[in-house]
């Protein structure tokens, strides 16, 4: 068991909270969420991305949409030739954020999914539920158990010390001098590829996710057994 100052805390809620959490079995279902902003402001989502995975069956759900309201406003990250290619292709579809929310919501249902998980998640979560009220609509992620990939990564993954001889092999740091821990950062690590470089699509950076997501898993369920 985890608590909040390892990554893993009830959301909205402030202080330590020990969460019970059985991220060691493997049919337990996540939520894995990714969304995209624009320039013109962090309230306005342009892509939410999102999939329903467990260890034991990998991911049983996804859908990535551009949300309709805001789909000619820019992104931070230019992708429009991408973008464009993913609605062509069938990955994307556009669709309205309430709409969006309503899927989510029964795909929560119908999995019995009890936590979300996002790189960042204060950030992904906070915009979503900021929206939500914006459009005075519920919000059923507020009824899951967060689990903030960056904080959980840094303190399982990023202790090892293979990870910071990487890190320091390939001069992985910021201006500072202090190691990344990005979710890019991350990739290459467990992939050993220090060229990858994050697509910043919600699509895309799902998989990525997904990947660290599943090894902090591994890890500690290793150290349950």
Do not use: W
Not at 40 to 57: A, G, P, T, W
């Amino acid at each position: 068991f985890f608590q909040a100052e390892d990554g893993i805390r009830d959301y909205k809620v402030t202080g330590v909270q020990t969460c019970a959490l059985p991220i060691y079995n493997p049919k337990t279902n996540f939520l894995v969420i990714d969304i995209e902003t624009c320039i013109i402001s962090n309230n306005f989502i342009f892509d939410l991305s999102y999939v329903i995975y467990n260890r034991l069956n990998g991911v049983s759900q996804r859908g990535s949409y551009i949300v309709k309201e805001n789909e000619f406003k820019q992104t931070f990250y230019d992708k429009t030739d991408k973008y464009n290619k993913y609605l062509q292709d069938g990955i994307y579809r556009k669709k309205y954020f309430k709409h969006i929310m309503h899927e989510l919501q029964q795909e929560i249902e119908k999995s019995n999914t009890r936590y979300v998980a996002a790189y960042n998640s204060g950030f992904d979560l906070e915009r979503i539920d900021k929206l939500c009220q914006i459009k005075a609509i519920d919000n059923p992620l507020n009824k899951l158990i967060e689990i903030d990939l960056y904080h959980t990564a840094c303190q399982t993954l990023g202790q090892q010390k293979t990870f910071k001889r990487f890190v320091d092999n390939f001069n992985l740091k910021s201006d500072k001098g202090n190691r990344r821990s990005n979710a890019e950062t991350m990739f290459r690590y467990i992939t050993l590829d220090p060229e990858f470089i994050e697509e910043h699509t919600g699509y895309a950076d799902l998989d990525i996710e997904i990947q660290i997501l599943d090894l902090i898993l591994r890890q500690i369920g290793r150290a349950h057994v």
